[in-house]
């Protein structure tokens, strides 16, 4: 019976990561239902980029108070990964604090993790009332309601929970220390949580036991919940963040992707020597649909910057089509992609790993074309997102599949286009004409 715990624990641990790499297979396949894109170069400059954004949070902080809030969150939960250690191990071994050993640096380590303890839950607090009581605007826009909302609101709760429960351990822990209970080792120091323990000085050593264990057992259960959470949080960004970043645009923001096959067919258009009338070799493969129309149709990075969107909205305060009222969102861009591949591996999941056809696609079924055409391709959007995320590819790939295989571009540019091919100008007057107006009196 005295191994019982252990069991349970070990029991509990394997279910809780062994969900999680279920969870993560399945991010894996879906991000790689898109297209293939080889992003192999430049390597010293991906890895600067990774450092500087996902680990040093230089973007975040453009943003002073949401920054510092955040970067207040962030090192807090990576460094609070190393109690969550010694949490497991003693889970696993039956110990208690199996890192005392390390002497005056644990006690710096429980005392540093304190002190980030008490102010995560400052931010989580301040984060709170931003989003519920002063109500920032990008936090309210249409594409936020329902689950957005809550899972906004919810990540705040399970966060204060766990740093409390993180804190409740501590001072039962600490109380028991000073009643010189069984098994419980002097070792660490508490400057937070004894402030807490003289809510407990008139409690009994087995009452006392009994307040920290479940907490412990809480803490350790929350921390296995939020790792599995995270797949259907915006949160996922935790995990993706490095990669994402790794990945990152490095050519300039003002450069767009050609299509090889339109290239090819405009050399050859060029070239004086080419016969327009032979005949296409046996081995040339058939050329790929124009633009996107479904998330098959996106590279995978495209995809990986859908699940690793964090909802924070601020690409869209800074679009100038969404801030004069156009139906155009760029965070919305990057939520419909991922419900759409949500979607779209679901019914994979249910055809026993093949996609059937559901008569949906990305666009017109969740994203629209006036949305499309409403951007002004400012890349506003790509440099406000402070995890390297790239809405306006997505939103040019979908333009060039609606202009290039359906024909379905705006009247005006149509008629641009119409104008570039017959008179070498977007305006409708022929070469000869062009100069009229400087002898106009």
């Given amino acids: 019976m005295q191994y019982l715990p252990n069991i349970i624990f070990i029991i509990l641990l394997i279910v809780g990561v062994g969900f999680f790499v279920k969870n993560i297979s399945k991010l894996r396949r879906n991000i790689f239902l898109g297209k293939e894109a ?20 230089s973007k975040m902080v453009v943003r002073p108070i949401a920054g510092a809030l955040h970067i207040i969150v962030y090192i807090g939960f990576v460094i609070i990964n190393i109690e969550v ?28 993790f304190e002190i980030l303890a008490f102010l995560v839950i400052v931010a989580v607090v301040i984060f709170w009332i931003r989003r519920n009581v002063i109500k920032l605007k990008r936090f309210f826009k249409p594409e ?17 929970v766990l ?35 003289p809510i407990f000085e008139n409690v009994s050593v087995s009452t006392l036991i009994i307040i920290e264990r479940t907490a412990w057992w809480a803490h350790i259960a929350g921390i296995l919940f939020f790792l599995n959470y ?27 992707r050609n299509l090889q096959s339109v290239t090819d067919e405009v050399r050859m258009m060029m070239d004086p020597d080419a016969d327009p009338y032979a005949e296409p070799a046996e081995d040339v493969a058939v050329p790929d649909k124009f633009g996107a129309s479904d998330v098959q149709d996106l590279s995978w990075v495209q995809l990986m910057n859908a699940y690793t969107c964090t909802e924070c909205g601020r ?73 390297s995320i790239d809405p306006l590819s997505i939103i040019m790939d979908m333009r060039q599949y609606l202009v290039m295989e359906q024909s379905a571009a705006p009247t005006d540019l149509n008629n641009m286009m119409g104008n570039i091919e ?20």
């Avoid at 980029?49 to 996902?54: D, E, L, Q, S, V």
């Avoid at 890192?99 to 710096?108: E, I, T």
């Avoid at 960004?237 to 790794?246: G, R, V």
């Fill in 230 to 256: 995270l797949y259907y949080s915006k949160h996922l960004h935790i995990l993706l963040a490095f990669p994402n970043t790794y990945y990152g645009k490095l050519t300039p923001k003002g450069q767009f």
């Fill in 38 to 57: 080889s992003l192999t170069d430049n390597k010293p400059q991906r890895w600067k980029n990774m450092a500087k954004i996902a680990l040093g949070q």
């Fill in 422 to 441: 017959n008179n070498g100008a977007p305006w409708p007057f022929n070469q000869m004409d062009r100069l009229n107006w400087s002898k106009e009196s």
């Fill in 163 to 197: 740093m409390l429960l993180f804190l409740t351990m501590n001072a039962a822990d600490y109380q028991l220390q000073q009643m010189g209970a069984d098994h419980y080792v002097a070792a660490g120091s508490f400057p937070i949580s004894s402030f807490i323990a």
């Fill in 315 to 387: 690409c869209t305060s800074e679009c100038p089509a969404n801030q004069t009222g156009k139906k155009l969102s760029p965070r919305k861009i990057m939520m419909d992609t991922r419900d759409r591949l949500e979607e779209v591996g679901k019914i994979i999941d249910e055809n026993n790993g093949e996609f059937k056809d559901d008569g949906k696609q990305l666009l017109n079924d969740y994203i629209s074309p006036e949305e499309l055409w409403a951007c002004t391709s400012c890349n506003a959007c790509v440099e406000a997102c402070p995890i």
């Fill in 85 to 112: 250690l010694e949490i497991i191990l003693d889970g696993i071994f039956g110990t208690h604090r199996l890192f005392a050993v390390l002497g005056p640096v644990y006690s710096f380590l429980i005392g540093s």
């Fill in 144 to 160: 936020m309601e329902g689950w957005p909302k809550k899972d906004g609101n919810l990540i705040l709760y399970i966060e204060l």
